[in-house]
């Protein structure tokens, strides 16, 4: 167990379709996250669940969200290695648990992890990856969208649009 686990109210495992074939995943829980125990369920997750809405035509309930940590990190500071370290089995088998055919990263934390890289998220995103017998899609985390602007914005929605036509493939 981690240190998070100390200042958390709730676990943030995930949400959504057990049997889905396109999960996000992103960095952590925030204050919201923790209160009501589900990920993206702040000003964030309004966002992730309008761009579903816009540029896939689906909302959260036929997807899985998740995170990297599944406890809030302190003053939602950057989550540690030691507890990356610490929470990434439980990824590694809600992956394997839910099976996608698409992954979402979501910011640099999960895109890191997942595509074992130091390279950030700004040369990541743009292409799609291949990821065991997945595909793997890194974007943005709509906190970044949120703050920054209409370009960053635009590059999230073309990533959706990217996972989109995966999607339709399957």
Known sequence: MCGLADGRSSVVFGSGD?????????????????????PFVGRSGKLLDRLLDEELGIDRSTCYITNVVKCRPPENRDPRPDEIAACRPYLGGQIRAIGPAVVVTLGNFSSRLLLETDTGITKLRGRSYPFGDRQLVPTFHPAAALRGGATVMARMRSDLVRAKKLMERV
């Open 18 to 38: 057990p049997a889905a074939n396109l999960m996000f995943v992103g960095e952590g829980p925030g204050a919201a996250e923790d209160r009501e125990g589900v």
